[in-house]
């Protein structure tokens, strides 16, 4: 049993991995445990690790580092014996002795130790490297956080817990750069000069712990996937890390979802990885019609949300996947849920969405005005099948089987092909 959970989980990184090792990444979701040694998924909190754990090393790199005399620099000391020493050219360290004049103290010269420069010059450029690639996810992750408080804004306690979990994220990046930056005064300090950074390890290589770390987060970041193995066990280290499958199993829907329209001939309109990251919108055409993808929305009892629908009970209603279409009154909705249960009552359950949501413009029947609820509201779910399952006869609500390791797609494309029938049916010529 284990083995095969081990198995649906590769498949789900595998898959997530090829489209973006981002989607790996914890996000607003609960964060897993890692055992100990097992590096973390390219992304966001990749890079906050690694910026951290690079600046943590440094004061240790420091202290380990040997020193060797520099004949080139030297500090005069004062010496009160003659042994290694020459007479000093300063008065005061002359006394009258009778009729003689004799020195009381004398000058040694001493070179002052230096560090290995060629060492700390490599440092620079890993602290630099990292900086770099921080400065790559801050860009990223703003844009991304800017979408997601769009997706996810609301009146709710989880709307607001979600929109400081956003603004946290975007500051401990800026927190990062800061660390990086200290730690680079710190080592331009110790070497007591400017120094350019070099990309060639210095050789010999220090062999003290501090640096044989510092020497496998280097590999670590040259070459990450080949570490991506421990990352897979650490989601199945225990009950805590399989809290984070759902998560991914989520995300891996939303790539097959994507991937799907794109095989209908749908073009993304902008970047999908962020959307699918924190939430936010993905919009996609062919011809004259267009799709709006719209992941983790948040839909409350106001109209103003941008997807053009609200909630009618409670604060607000988040489907983890809404489909906004052309309508024959405006805006039409198809809801799908994503979900691990497999239990034919938790699958239906997802029907609760057709009643839950409707939109902001009503439609109409015989002149009169009438509230436009989503015209599906499904479940995806890890079942081995070949085909959809419907829960009532006329369609409204159903599962589509989307598992990872007996993957087949032609219900999902079945299903997205009724979804681009009914766009394009009505499309704006």
């Not at 973390?40 to 906050?48: I, K, N």
């Not at 419907?390 to 299903?415: N, Q, Y």
């Amino acid at each position: 049993m284990r083995r095969s959970n081990e198995i649906f989980v590769e498949r789900i990184v595998d898959d997530l991995r090829a489209f973006s090792g981002e989607l790996l990444e914890t996000g607003l979701a609960r964060a897993g445990r890692i055992e100990a040694g097992a590096p973390r998924a390219q992304g966001m909190r990749a890079e906050l690790g690694g910026a951290h754990a690079l600046a943590s090393l440094v004061p240790g790199l420091l202290a380990e580092l040997a020193t060797r005399d520099d004949p080139t620099r030297v500090e005069e000391h004062e010496a009160f014996t003659p042994l290694r020493a020459a007479l000093s050219r300063r008065p005061c360290d002359w006394a009258r002795v009778g009729g003689s004049v004799l020195p009381k103290r004398w000058s040694r010269l001493v070179p002052v130790p230096e560090p290995d420069v060629a060492a700390l010059r490599w440092l620079i450029h890993q602290l630099r490297d990292r900086a770099t690639k921080l400065e790559v996810a801050r860009e990223r992750v703003a844009k991304q956080v800017a979408d997601a408080h769009i997706a996810r804004s609301g009146a709710s306690r989880f709307a607001k817990s979600d929109e400081l979990a956003l603004d946290l994220l975007r500051a401990r990046l800026d927190e990062a750069a800061l660390v990086l930056v200290r730690a680079e005064d710190l080592v331009r300090r110790h070497a007591g000069r400017n120094l350019q950074p070099s990309a060639s390890p210095p050789s010999p290589y220090p062999g003290t712990p501090a640096w044989s770390s510092l020497r496998r987060q280097a590999l670590f970041w040259s070459s990450p996937s080949s570490f991506l193995p421990g990352y897979v066990r650490s989601l199945l280290h225990d009950a805590v890390a399989a809290a984070d499958v759902p998560y991914l199993y989520q995300r891996w829907c939303g790539v097959k979802l994507l991937q799907a329209l794109d095989a209908r001939g749908f073009e993304t309109k902008s970047d999908p990885v962020g959307a699918l990251f924190l939430a936010g919108r993905v919009p996609l055409e062919r011809g004259h019609t267009t799709i709006e993808l719209w992941i983790e929305p948040r839909l409350s009892r106001y109209r103003d949300n941008p997807t053009g629908f609200h909630c009618v009970r409670g604060k607000d209603v988040t489907p983890d996947f809404l489909f906004v279409t052309p309508g024959p009154y405006g805006r039409d909705a198809f809801v799908l849920d994503a979900t691990r249960a497999t239990e034919r009552s938790a699958l239906e359950a997802k029907d609760r969405y057709l009643a839950l949501i409707a939109a902001n413009t009503p439609g109409f029947t015989a002149g009169v005005p009438v509230i436009r609820h989503p015209v599906r509201a499904w479940a995806c779910a890890p079942i081995a099948a070949q085909h959809c399952t419907l829960f009532r006869a006329d369609g409204k609500t159903g599962c589509i089987p989307m598992h990872p390791v007996d993957w087949s797609p032609k219900p999902l494309e079945a299903w997205i092909g009724d979804i681009v029938k009914y766009a394009i049916a009505w499309a704006k010529r």
